[in-house]
């Protein structure tokens, strides 16, 4: 996969004078069915969470709460810093995506829908693993 499958989603925004309604539905918003679903909370201000990659996983990535920035790698070597603040814009990642989050704001909320379950084989958690495999891949 290159940079070029990596996108940001805009997401249905339903506003309301009680209050806003975002909603993500399989094969509408996300090119797969999802498996899974964690989030990341309570990451002190500013810091960043170790990168990975998966095999064969897809995964979208929202900020429910507050923002962060997700520094991303494609096969193709291309690194890119992408700011999630918004509850209806989210950043699908195909796999092979090498991904760190970084920069957590006070309260920030990280939502991950992912296309598998979880697998140990699937993480990629070595960078210079991670460029062996795409580098393999491309030869």
Known sequence: MSAADIKMVSLPKICDERGNLTFIQNGDQIPFDMARAYWIYDVPAGRRRDGHAFRGAYELIV????????VV???DGTSERYLLNRPYYALLLPPMTWRELDNFSTNSVAMVL???TYTQNDYIRDFDTF??????EQS
Do not use: I, N, P, W
């Open 73 to 75: 790698t494609a096969t």
């Open 63 to 70: 900020a429910m709460s507050g923002s962060f920035e997700v």
């Open 131 to 136: 460029r062996k495999e795409t580098t393999d």
């Open 114 to 116: 992912s296309s598998t």
